[in-house]
């Protein structure tokens, strides 16, 4: 594998380092590098420690060979470009994602085989990036049919996001959508059931049927859903809380709502 290179230990002068490739997100971090090169997307460029260990360099092999071109650099450079992130060693530059519209929505609802009724979870008001990138890797692991988010009040689909999606941010379709509220009525026109979470609720998550349509709404952290997204929800539900906290992590809300949707849907099939 051939790569360009600086000087092992080299002092660089401010100024002088490595210019990162300008208009592209990067993309850190093993596991989210491996699930681009497992659908057969190359980065434009790929920037490895140099040293590394052999899964960076069978990574950045395979990386090579799809057409990125790879560069070693050394890891304080990498520790600078990402901020003190943990990249494990390799920093891929990568074209940025794009969501959805809601046009692409309702086509594909419209074209939704009636044998796997659709899971969707919506995001009312999330704008950490961690918390967005946790609740986009639960939504695929539990194969959820899409995420939606509103374009205001919402985490940017960033590089932060795709790190710690670790490649679901690439896999699950995310939908932005420019009213939230008027895109639930929709969803429930279209034959969706919408059930929202929320503290104060009085029944668990666990008693909602959730085998047909469904969309599960999680809120920000701390103030919940907004008046007008509880206002359109069918369902309110919650999680029974048995010990001294009185709430979850949302992405952990969401993961075990979703999950408990898998659960059901198995049961029934």
């Known amino acids: 594998m051939k790569t360009a290179s600086t000087r092992r230990g080299q002092r660089t002068h401010a100024g002088a380092a490595p210019k ?15 699930s681009l090169l497992d659908r057969g997307e190359a980065p434009r460029e790929l920037w490895v420690q140099q040293g590394g260990s052999g899964r960076v360099k069978e990574l950045a092999a395979h990386a090579q060979s799809l057409g990125a071109q790879v560069k070693e650099q050394t890891r304080e450079m990498l520790d600078q470009l990402t901020q003190g992130a943990a990249h494990q060693g390799v920093v891929a530059f990568c074209l940025p994602l794009s969501p959805e519209g809601e046009e692409s929505l309702w086509l594909k609802l419209r074209a939704w085989p009636s044998s796997t009724p659709p899971l969707l979870l919506i995001l009312d008001g999330v704008t950490d990036v961690h918390n967005f990138g946790a609740c986009l890797r639960s939504a695929d ?9 509103a374009k205001d009040k919402a985490a940017p689909l960033n590089a932060t996001v795709r790190k710690v999606a670790c490649g679901a941010a690439e896999a699950v379709p995310i939908y932005q959508v420019t009213n939230l509220a ?5 969803l429930k026109d279209a034959g969706v059931w919408i059930t929202g979470t929320a503290g104060e609720a009085e029944a668990s998550v666990f008693a909602i049927d959730m085998t047909g349509p469904t969309a599960l709404v999680m809120g920000a952290e701390g103030k919940g859903m907004r008046r007008l997204t509880r206002e ?6 919650k999680l029974p809380m048995a010990g001294e906290v009185s709430s979850l ?10 999950f408990e949707a898998v659960r059901q849907r198995q049961l029934a099939s």
């Open 249 to 258: 992590n949302v992405s952990v809300a969401a993961g075990i709502c979703l």
């Open 232 to 237: 359109a929800c069918d369902n309110l539900a």
């Open 141 to 149: 692991a539990a194969g959820a049919h899409g995420v939606i988010v």
């Open 20 to 34: 990162a490739p300008g208009e592209l997100d990067q993309v850190y971090g093993v596991h989210a590098l491996q």
């Open 182 to 186: 008027r895109t639930l009525a929709k």
